[in-house]
T-cell receptor, first 118, second 113 residues
Framework: GAVVSQHPSRVICKSGTSVKIECRSL??????MFWYRQFPKQSLMLMAT?????????EQGVEKDKFLINHASLTLSTLTVTSAHPEDSSFYIC??????????????FGPGTRLTVT | AQSVTQLDSHVSVSEGTPVLLRCNYS??????LFWYVQHPNKGLQLLLK??????LVKGINGFEAEFKKSETSFHLTKPSAHMSDAAEYFC???????????FGGGTRLMVKP
């Protein structure tokens, strides 16, 4: 149990276009979802936290107008990178937190999405 | 505020020898602590977690970690390394409210044949 999926796993887009990444909790209701960014050979950096039905809370330095987060249901959150530029190329990982299988609220991580902006 | 420090960015061991990945934390309370493993271009897999029960925690794939409050440490160990253990390892702390993870910088484990 407690599976989180991300789609797509890899995406290549041209500079100036927008790309949407989906994060789904497959077998539990995720009251909170988190979006992380990971640069090569570095640790994960939290970008934003979103609660279902509420606006996301962004970490300092993260542009909310560039990284649009929607958490419209208890099983789906989306991250849209608008007007992408090569410096947005990165590995994006989501995690979901909720009462999974009767266990306490632990974060379960998705497999990540590799974004390359050309 | 809490912080997590992984003392080694790279660790190299020979196959069959013990593994020690070091982690120290700083917190005003006893946090929940986790070790995750990440293989290249993959997400994070939970190895084990400490949540104020037994201080010696056993995880998957033969890994274990010991919570030492006096040393504010949560080092990850394995008696005998396997080639498949080569990956990036993250020590992570969960805050008291249970809604924020703090990641260490990661340790890349290399296993030589």
């Amino acid at each position: 149990g407690a599976v989180v999926s991300q789609h797509p796993s890899r995406v290549i887009c041209k500079s100036g276009t927008s790309v949407k990444i989906e994060c789904r909790s497959l077998d539990f209701q995720a009251t909170t979802m988190f979006w992380y960014r990971q640069f090569p050979k570095q640790s994960l950096m939290l970008m934003a936290t979103s609660n279902e039905g509420s606006k996301a809370t962004y970490e300092q330095g993260v542009e909310k107008d560039k990284f649009l987060i929607n958490h419209a249901s208890l099983t789906l959150s989306t991250l849209t990178v608008t007007s992408a530029h090569p410096e947005d190329s990165s590995f994006y990982i989501c995690s979901a937190s909720g009462l999974a299988g009767g266990q306490s609220y632990e974060q379960y991580f998705g497999p990540g999405t590799r974004l390359t902006v050309t | 505020a809490q912080s997590v420090t992984q003392l080694d960015s790279h660790v190299s061991v020979s196959e069959g020898t013990p593994v020690l990945l070091r982690c120290n934390y700083s917190s005003s309370y006893s946090p929940s602590l986790f070790w995750y493993v990440q293989h290249p271009n993959k997400g994070l897999q939970l190895l084990l977690k400490y949540t104020s029960a037994a201080t010696l925690v056993k995880g998957i794939n033969g890994f274990e970690a010991e919570f030492k409050k006096s040393e504010t440490s949560f080092h990850l160990t394995k008696p005998s390394a396997h080639m498949s253990d080569a990956a990036e390892y993250f020590c992570v702390a969960l805050n008291n409210a249970g809604n924020m993870l703090t990641f260490g910088g990661g340790t890349r484990l290399m296993v030589k044949p």
